[in-house]
């Protein structure tokens, strides 16, 4: 059974571009979460995603945003990119919002120069 | 302010002893709890997770407990070996919605062969 998939694994973008990130949950899963990991801020939640909804977006700037597709793929993306933006971003997908697990992808590293 | 709290920044145990993570919470919603572990540039992978109607779940060498008046949590690592060596999460949710999890700034767990 295929994980968590995050692409592309690693991405540069300069200050000012936009950037969109891409990930698709394990087969059957439908609820997908997206977290932006930087080492000052530790792990942060960002959006949540169930049935192509978003159910609870974090305290993050308007800049970020996402969606989700019917067939539970998501993307996130982040517009006028600042170099505070440079973090691991993370995907997690479990079965439905209350699900007792939630199974991480491997990240998707964004640098902004 | 930070809901969820891992004090200690960094844990060294040697091979074969006991090793016990900490973490502490804030917000009494909070009723499911996990715990990662985390390689760098890797996303987290789930170990173990305690409902709050709990006070102990066991996996094999991990064992969560819970303290619910206190609002603290432990993860009892026994044996502790080599391949533990990574950095150790906690995360909470709130209402059994684990699309939305806040995770504690993590500790770095160190076994000495």
Not at chain 1, 65 to 77: C, K, L, V
Not at chain 2, 7 to 32: A, H, K
Not at chain 2, 93 to 104: H, M, P, R, V
């Amino acid at each position: 059974k295929a994980g968590v998939t995050q692409t592309p694994r690693y991405l540069i973008k300069t200050r000012g571009q936009q950037v969109t990130l891409s990930c698709s949950p394990i087969s059957g899963h439908r609820s997908v979460s997206w977290y932006q990991q930087t080492p000052g801020q530790g792990l942060q939640f960002l959006f949540e995603y169930f049935s192509e909804t978003q159910r609870n977006k974090g305290n993050f700037p308007g800049r970020f945003s996402g969606r989700q597709f019917s067939n539970s793929r998501s993307e996130m993306n982040v517009s006028t990119l600042e170099l505070g933006d440079s973090a691991l971003y993370l995907c997690a997908s479990s079965l439905a919002p209350g699900d007792t697990e939630a199974f991480f992808g491997q990240g998707t590293r964004l640098t902004v120069v | 302010d930070q809901q969820v709290k891992q004090n200690s920044p960094s844990l060294s145990v040697q091979e074969g002893r006991i090793s016990i993570l900490n973490c502490d919470y804030t917000n009494s919603m909070f009723d499911y709890f996990l715990w990662y572990k985390k390689y760098p540039a890797e996303g987290p992978t789930f170990l173990i997770s305690i409902s709050s109607i709990k006070d102990k779940n066991e996996d094999g060498r991990f064992t969560v407990f819970l303290n619910k008046s206190a609002k603290h949590l432990s993860l009892h690592i026994v044996p502790s070996q080599p391949g533990d060596s990574a950095v150790y999460f906690c995360a909470a949710s709130a209402l059994g919605n684990t699309g939305k999890l806040i995770f504690g700034q993590g500790t770095t767990l160190q076994v000495k062969p």
